[in-house]
């Protein structure tokens, strides 16, 4: 069960809560409704969609498994995530720095503000 939180203008969230400990709420996106009718175009209706992402807590098993193999298996989930960042971080900081290197040397300051 999720409750969502409108802002008085009801196009916006204001809060989202997931009332499971089984899936949480990672973002959510208000858009215009999809319209499948041809002769209603998306610009004539007023419908609004609410999409909700989350992310779902890894079952153990029935009884709660606390063995060490489970937690080894979460520490080298956690380092391979880890590394991914780091890999992407790194790869930014590259385009970011042949971006800054292009610019004339008056607008490099500016850049980095």
């Keep these: 069960m999720v409750l969502v939180d409108l802002n008085q203008d009801g196009k916006t969230v204001d809060r989202v809560h997931s009332l499971t400990s089984d899936w949480q709420v990672s973002q959510t996106h208000v858009s215009q409704a999809p319209s499948w009718n041809e002769a209603v175009s998306e610009r004539m209706t007023q419908a609004m969609m609410l999409k909700i992402d989350g992310i779902e807590a890894r079952n153990n098993s029935a009884e709660g498994d606390t ?47």
């Design 67 to 113: 063995s060490d193999e489970y937690h080894e298996d979460a520490v080298i989930q956690m380092e391979s995530t880890i590394a991914g960042y780091g890999s992407r971080l790194a790869r930014l900081r590259t385009l970011l720095d042949s971006y800054h290197a292009d610019l004339p040397v008056e607008d490099q300051d500016v850049a980095l503000e």
